[in-house]
Nanobody, 122 residues
Framework: QVQLQESGPGLVKPSQTLSLTCTVS??????????WSWIRQPPGKGLEWMGA???????YYSPSLKSRTSISRDTSKNQFTLQLSSVTPEDTAVYYC??????????????WGQGTQVTVSS
């Protein structure tokens, strides 16, 4: 059974860098052919895909966030990490890490973390 768990600070000050870690158990982040994605949901809004890291280590980012987003991984710990720089209050959201199975026609987010609330405020 694959499980994902987000961790990191729940409060970040404006202009600082938001950093979250997703710890994966029950499956390897290097297993073919999955992506490991970060998705967020601001209050009152829909889900927003932020980016992903492939089993091979390749990374992909939303164009709107690419300039300040970085996703990395530590295969020895079976973890992947989100860093979002220069945050503003508009970055306040619930942040989720997910496993993603992608084809040319479909996306399947088959496992999700419980989500973690991050508030950007001084």
């Amino acid at each position: 059974q694959v499980q994902l768990q987000e961790s990191g600070p729940g409060l970040v000050k404006p202009s600082q860098t938001l950093s979250l870690t997703c710890t994966v158990s029950g499956g390897s982040i290097t297993t073919n052919y999955y992506y490991w994605s970060w998705i967020r949901q601001p209050p009152g809004k829909g889900l927003e895909w932020m980016g992903a890291i492939r089993y091979s280590g390749s990374t992909y980012y939303s164009p709107s966030l690419k300039s300040r987003t970085s996703i990395s991984r530590d295969t020895s710990k079976n973890q992947f990490t989100l860093q979002l720089s220069s945050v503003t209050p508009e970055d306040t959201a619930v942040y989720y890490c997910t496993r993603t199975a992608a084809t040319e026609r479909t996306l399947a987010y088959d496992y999700w973390g419980q989500g973690t609330q991050v508030t950007v405020s001084s």
